[in-house]
């Protein structure tokens, strides 16, 4: 990956600009708005509460873009399968569908189209691909969601989705790093523990991760602990996992985000405002601080007492997080039919 500027330490960081939160809505309401602007926040991920039709979904787009700026990153979950978030276009197969058909250009074929659908209306990011190994059939969460349940085939068929979103302009982010594939607890509901040894996971969890990582312009974080690598701390609070490995060992430089810091894995664990910032401290570029208000409130205000004594590391994150969307702008490209793909996912 290419290295990112220099950060500017004439702007201060605003400590909106390392959230990212969600809508209450389909529009972007007055006060919505007022809120974006008043704290400078520039992510949003996009549910199926915020989704309604293509046009629909456009209009969403362009006026966060322009609230938000030309930095705007405006994401959600589109992985096909289960995991479909706007109904009305062709629908996309799952990744254990492609991981057992195992055609790699099939692959990137079909996440081209997926891209292509986003960037149709102006979303820039989508929350995939899945690289965790599906090995535990008493998996809650993962099921469908991964290619296959060997660290192989998982390599081969991520690096056909990254290739085929980046080919189209929207940021992919793998996840959910080090690998949700192999716990017994679904993350949403609990805080799952892996035990495995660190020679296990590098065979395992880790290799499509470090494999794919030229090619991954962001990584979501799991809430899971790894006893091997911090039996403290779930990976994405863990300064060992996401600085340690994964940017010192590693020499990872894209974007880190947290997955949804209203999971219970955290929630139920960790006070909101103390988890973000210690996601932050632990290497983490963007906190999902997704919820009511309140709780983004929370989030904003220990993170504003987190930003002025630390403004070298958050001006390093926020350049990260910009260079994210100049390379992968949030406009819409109304030349792009979603339909168009109909054969392609049909016989996928």
Same mark, same amino acid.
């Given at each position: ?208 991760? $470090? *494999? &794919?990582?030229?090619?991954? %312009? =962001? ?8 006893? +091997?690598?911090? @039996? ?89 997080? $910009? *260079? &994210?969307?100049?390379?992968? %702008? =949030? ?8 339909? +168009?793909?109909? @054969? ?5």
């Amino acid at each position: 990956m290419s290295p990112i500027s220099e950060p500017s330490r004439l702007d201060p960081v605003r400590p909106g600009q390392l959230l990212m939160i969600d809508l209450p809505g389909p529009e972007l309401d007055k006060d919505t708005a007022a809120y974006l602007r008043e704290h400078g926040i520039g992510a949003v991920c996009l549910f199926g509460k915020n989704v309604e039709s293509a046009e629909q979904l456009r209009r969403l787009c362009a006026d966060l873009r322009e609230v938000m700026g030309e930095h705007a990153l405006i994401a959600i979950d589109h992985e096909g399968g289960a995991i479909t978030r706007p109904e009305f276009w062709p629908f996309a197969p799952s990744a254990m569908s492609l991981g057992a058909a195992d055609d790699q250009q099939l692959t990137e074929d079909v996440n081209a189209a997926l891209a292509r659908q986003l960037r149709s209306v102006g979303i820039n990011w989508n929350f995939t691909p899945v690289l965790d190994i599906n090995v535990n059939p008493a998996n809650p969460v993962i099921g469908d969601r991964a290619y296959g349940s060997d660290a192989a085939r998982v390599t081969r068929h991520g690096r056909a989705a990254l290739a085929g979103h980046t080919r189209e302009g929207v940021a992919p982010c793998a996840k959910h790093f080090p690998g949700h594939g192999d716990t017994h607890q679904d993350s949403h509901l609990a805080l799952p523990r892996v035990s495995k040894s660190r020679a296990e996971l590098d065979a395992g969890e880790l290799a499509p991760f $470090r *494999a &794919l990582l030229p090619e991954t %312009p =962001a990584i979501m974080t799991a809430h899971i602990v790894y006893d +091997a690598l911090d @039996a403290e701390h779930p990976a994405t609070l863990s300064p060992r996992i996401l600085t340690g490995l994964l940017r010192e060992e590693w020499g990872y430089d894209g974007v880190i985000v947290t997955d949804s810091m209203g999971m219970q894995a955290i929630d139920a664990n960790y006070g909101r405002g103390e988890a973000a910032v210690r996601a932050l401290r632990a290497g983490a570029d963007l906190v999902m601080a997704l919820g009511r208000r309140e709780v983004q409130q929370a989030t904003l205000a220990a993170v504003a007492e987190y930003v002025p004594e630390n403004q070298a590391a958050v001006a390093t994150k926020r350049e990260r997080l $910009r *260079a &994210l969307a100049r390379r992968f %702008p =949030a406009q819409a490209d109304e030349t792009l039919d979603p339909q +168009a793909d109909a @054969a392609l996912l049909a016989d996928a």
